[in-house]
């Protein structure tokens, strides 16, 4: 059987599909199993051992146009099932186009014409993890292949492999950059690419700097994306101890592998809070307008910091009011966090 299925749009998201896929090679050991993703999403799944293929693409300015060559390029693959973890019309409507004989989504977007297994959405959808989404459709393809129903018996894992080779490039990187790798590597994930809201403020993040460097002589990094390197280079200038910048100067699988070295990433929620803790590296992530019971990293190596106020989770992406959820949170209590978090490591 060849198995396509499409990947998620967000770094994070991507992260927790990564038990669902582990599931479908469970189910379906000789299949071949190609994931359809974006480009980006090479640098999280490039050493995964579920996946035997990453069709990747970039999407095109015209939707029809994009769809249209996705469903040529996947037309000849002759494909026997596509899996939608994505809940867009235009997903559905490359498989449709692709003439992939078994396609199971979830009826989101008026698609589920275009689909042959219309899932319906399951009434907990906000209240569960969102592993437990994904691994829900997983668990409606084996009960239609194998009429079984064991998908969602075991605990999911999201633990993700770092090869050794990607590993010592990521030390090289950092001793390149100034970092001493003798000495403690804490990362700092000081943006967030869609939401404003989510970010704890740069002044907080510079005092953390300041303790995390001299008392804990630790080595701090910023790290994060493109259209991330303005906060990052406010918490530079806010900081008296300056830590080191990689924002910007990495691509994601470089990102990725960096992490695994670190000792610990404290973050806002972002996608690369949910990477870190994959790798097996210690993450305190800082959640404000979001919630945290659905979208915090599915790992035991995450620790979550909010602060319990009446207007949280909003969800929005500007706070309106005076950012209560994160101005009440303090340098110090997360520097007591890190402390523990590096003397357990």
């Known amino acids: 059987m060849k ?22 090679r469970r189910i379906f050991p000789s299949a071949q199993l190609a994931l359809h993703t974006r480009g980006w999403a090479r640098g999280i799944f490039q050493d995964a051992d ?7 693409f ?8 994009d769809a249209l060559r996705q469903s040529k390029i996947l037309r000849a693959r002759k494909f026997d099932l596509c899996i939608l ?14 003439r992939i004989p078994r396609r199971f989504g979830y009826a989101k977007e008026a698609r589920s014409v275009l689909l042959t297994n219309s899932v319906p959405i399951p009434n907990w959808k906000n209240e569960r993890h969102e592993v437990f989404y994904y691994l829900n459709l997983i668990a409606e393809v084996e009960k239609a292949f194998l009429g079984a129903q064991t998908v969602l018996a075991s ?25 001493d790798g003798s000495k403690k590597i804490v990362a700092l994930g000081v943006g967030s690419t869609n939401s404003r809201a ?21 080595q701090v990094v910023l790290v994060g994306a493109h259209d991330e390197i303005d906060v990052s280079a406010e918490v530079y200038a806010r900081a008296t101890v300056k830590p080191f910048v990689l924002t910007g100067k990495t ?3 470089e990102a990725v592998a960096i992490l695994s070295e670190a000792d610990l990433l404290v973050a806002n929620d972002m996608g690369l809070a949910h990477v870190a803790p994959a790798t097996g590296t210690k993450t305190i992530v800082i959640f404000g307008p979001t919630n945290e019971k659905t979208t915090r990293p599915f790992s035991e190596n995450a620790i979550i910091v909010r602060r319990a106020v009446e207007c949280a989770p909003c969800m929005l992406r500007d706070c309106p009011i005076d950012h209560r959820c994160m101005t009440r949170i303090s340098p110090l209590e997360i520097f007591a966090e890190a402390e523990t978090a590096l003397q357990s490591r």
Request: proline share 3%; glycine share 4%.
């Open 3 to 24: 198995i396509l299925v499409r990947g998620t749009n967000w770094i994070g998201d991507a992260v927790m599909t990564i038990p669902a896929l582990r599931e479908l």
């Open 50 to 56: 579920f996946l035997d293929e990453i069709i990747a």
């Open 58 to 65: 970039e999407p095109a300015e015209s939707k029809i146009k």
């Open 85 to 98: 973890l994505t809940n867009s019309f235009e997903s559905a409507l490359v498989a449709k186009l692709a």
């Open 155 to 179: 605990e999911p894992q999201t633990d993700l492999t770092v090869s050794a080779e990607r590993r010592r490039q990521a030390r090289e990187i950092l001793q390149t950059n100034g970092v």
């Open 198 to 218: 989510k970010r704890w403020h740069a002044e907080s993040y510079a005092a953390l700097n300041d303790l995390l460097q001299t008392r804990l002589h630790a």
């Open 251 to 253: 691509n994601l699988a």
